[in-house]
């Protein structure tokens, strides 16, 4: 019975050694991984933002955007040929590696835009954006999509005097919020695919399999 017990004590220690090396060494690899991943995402972001002004910023930005996930895969795909030597990695671990990439990108983008909205943008934004809203174009689009109705219910239910005054009680923080809680969302949902890319291949993991 002691011998029993001191083996099932063995087993769940090498068992939590195994989650805890897996949980350390995915962590490392999506902190390092996020920089870049991080950049590029505000890169995509600045290109958004300054690109209410010049359509081949808006292009570039929509492009970054749209982009990102395909980096994401890139990197997993990559993560899994860095680790491979420890072993095959399965979906659980690459949606780790994936999810945590996505997290600790989103907190880069999230203080980059705080940064950005409290001292450097000025107010420039909030100035380009009116231009754009005001434009023929744009409230004539407003008023088939209904959108109108929506942005004049927001104003009255604030107490705001008009559109723009709503749109400047936005603050760096709400922003930033914003885009934290989208961001962590989004990231949670599209690791899901992207743990695919940080999947060992099936002739990999029977390999494993064989040895043990």
């Known amino acids: 019975?002691?011998?029993?017990?001191?083996?099932?004590?063995?087993?769940?220690?090498?068992?939590?050694?195994?989650?805890?090396?897996?949980?350390?060494?995915?962590?490392?690899?999506?902190?390092?991984?996020?920089?870049?991943f991080g950049l590029y995402w505000c890169?995509?972001?600045?290109?958004?933002?300054?690109?209410?002004g010049n359509d081949a910023l808006s292009t570039l930005g929509t492009?970054?955007?749209?982009?990102?996930p395909i980096l994401g895969c890139y990197l997993?795909?990559?993560?899994?040929?860095?680790?491979r030597p420890d072993g095959a990695v399965g979906y659980g671990k690459g949606y780790l590696y994936s999810a945590l990439l996505y997290f600790y990108a989103t907190i880069i983008l999230t203080i980059f835009a705080y940064i950005y909205f409290n001292w450097i943008d000025g107010g420039e934004f909030?100035?380009?954006?009116?231009?754009?809203?005001?434009?023929?174009?744009?409230?004539?689009?407003?008023?088939?999509?209904?959108?109108?109705e929506i942005f004049d219910e927001y104003i009255k239910q604030?107490?705001?005097?008009?559109?723009?005054?709503m749109l400047?009680?936005?603050?760096?923080?709400?922003?930033?919020?914003?885009?934290?809680?989208?961001n962590i969302m989004l990231g949670l949902i599209l690791a899901l695919p992207t743990a695919l890319f940080a999947k060992s291949p099936r002739q990999k993991q029977q390999s494993e399999n064989e040895k043990l």
Request: charge should be neutral; charged fraction near 20%; include cysteine.
């Open 1 to 36: 019975m002691l011998f029993l017990h001191e083996f099932n004590l063995n087993a769940h220690d090498i068992t939590q050694m195994t989650y805890n090396d897996t949980l350390r060494q995915s962590n490392a690899f999506a902190m390092f991984d996020s920089l870049k």
């Open 43 to 52: 890169f995509g972001f600045l290109c958004t933002i300054k690109g209410l």
């Open 63 to 68: 492009l970054a955007t749209f982009s990102a």
């Open 76 to 83: 997993a795909r990559r993560f899994e040929k860095q680790v």
């Open 126 to 148: 909030v100035s380009s954006y009116l231009v754009r809203h005001n434009s023929p174009e744009m409230q004539e689009a407003l008023k088939i999509s209904g959108m109108q």
């Open 158 to 165: 604030g107490s705001f005097k008009n559109f723009e005054q």
């Open 168 to 182: 400047r009680s936005i603050t760096p923080i709400d922003i930033a919020a914003s885009l934290f809680n989208t």
